[in-house]
């Protein structure tokens, strides 16, 4: 049963990018009854163990963990923390009285026992038995353990995500069209005249209904108020514009960027009704497909996860709402454009 549960983990966590450490080369027959992968998780280093508990005994695997320990302590430069998660497979429950694992706020041990008979979780009294996503690559392998699978390439690495572009050219000149924009409004006074926007093509709903300018839907898209304004999406563009153009191409990023500031024009001007403009709709299109993408391919982009951007989601939206003039309907509206267009890239792809 630890060759089967082996080999689902190895590829459940080798499609979040763990990697396979100091195994070498591993296969059918060949499965090391402890073996090792990491993950570079933001300033995180994880090791995940899998020990064949039914072979290798309880106080092997405490003196593994504080050699670890120590060697943790030699990166600390390096990163933030480092976190060793041990998962037991088999055999009897620990004695977990007699663990002594070292833990401290920058370097942790967590010890997980997995049932060979139902597959349940057990830890030490005060670890916790959910970290990092890995209990639920822990429970699916175990479920997974009847189904057949091919692991002729246990221990080898699985390719990780390429960027399809080097450059972010479209991202790069999006920031450069915004910027000149600015500038030519400064020129023409603003912001001592607050309606140069207007002029620029700033979504301004009398002159919309009236008389027909839909076209302000789309341009818009590039108008600021002011340099802060600016800066702010500047700075999306980069972030996130700039992963969605490498990662997924630049007709996908053309076509989320696009796509999703329009809706967010539609729920600005049908929702709010207020005079309004900027690239946060496009933007937040953006951070909406690298979250659906992450979280449907299970994979990360640059140190950008599932989980990462859906609190940079919720955020956001909670400061849109609790701050006064920020077209947060526009926000909504360019979030729920990216999703379905990230959606419909990743069954596509």
């Known amino acids: 049963m630890f060759t089967q549960f082996s080999a689902h983990l190895y590829q ?16 059918t027959e060949t499965i090391s009854p402890h073996w090792i992968m990491r993950k570079h998780e933001m300033a995180t280093v994880i090791d995940l163990h899998v020990v064949d508990s039914s072979k290798i005994n309880w106080t092997k ?23 060793s998660i ?14 002594e694992a070292y833990f401290g706020q920058k370097i942790y041990s967590v010890f997980w026992h997995v049932d060979a008979e139902g597959g349940k979780i057990s830890a030490p009294k005060g670890q916790p038995k959910k970290l990092f996503g890995l209990n639920t690559l822990v429970e699916k392998a175990f479920v997974a353990i009847d189904e057949t699978v091919d692991i002729s390439g246990f221990g080898k690495h699985i390719k990780p995500l390429q960027p399809q572009n080097k450059y972010p050219i479209i991202t790069g000149a999006l920031i450069a069209i915004n910027l000149t924009v600015l500038v030519f409004m400064v020129l023409s006074g603003f912001p001592n005249d607050f309606w140069v926007p207007r002029t620029f093509g700033a979504i301004y709903p009398p002159w919309v209904f009236e008389y027909g300018q839909w076209w ?19 700075f999306g563009l980069i972030v996130f514009g700039s992963r969605v153009e490498k990662y997924l191409g630049r007709i996908a990023f053309c076509l989320i960027y696009l796509l999703a500031g329009l809706l967010g024009s539609v729920f600005s001007i049908f929702i709010s009704t207020a005079y309004s403009a900027g690239a946060s709709g496009a933007i937040y299109g953006l951070i909406g497909a690298l979250f659906i993408f992450t979280r449907l391919t299970k994979r990360s982009i640059e140190f950008i996860n599932w989980y990462l951007m859906f609190t940079y989601i919720g955020i956001g939206i909670a400061m849109g709402f609790a701050t006064p003039g920020i077209d947060n309907a526009g926000h909504v509206g360019g979030l729920i454009g990216g999703v379905i267009i990230g959606w419909i890239y990743v069954k596509l792809t």
Not at 61 to 83: F, R, Y
Not at 86 to 99: H, R
Not at 216 to 234: I, S
């Open 61 to 83: 695997i405490i003196e593994t963990s504080h050699l670890n320990n120590e060697n943790a302590k030699t990166i600390m430069d390096q990163c933030k923390q480092v976190a």
């Open 216 to 234: 302000r839907l789309f341009t818009a898209m590039f108008v600021h108020f002011g340099w802060a304004h600016l800066g702010a999406n500047t």
């Open 12 to 27: 459940l966590a080798a499609a979040e990018e763990y990697r396979m450490i100091n195994q070498g080369e591993m296969t």
């Open 86 to 99: 041990y998962v037991l497979f088999g055999g009897e429950i620990p004695d977990w009285q007699n663990a």
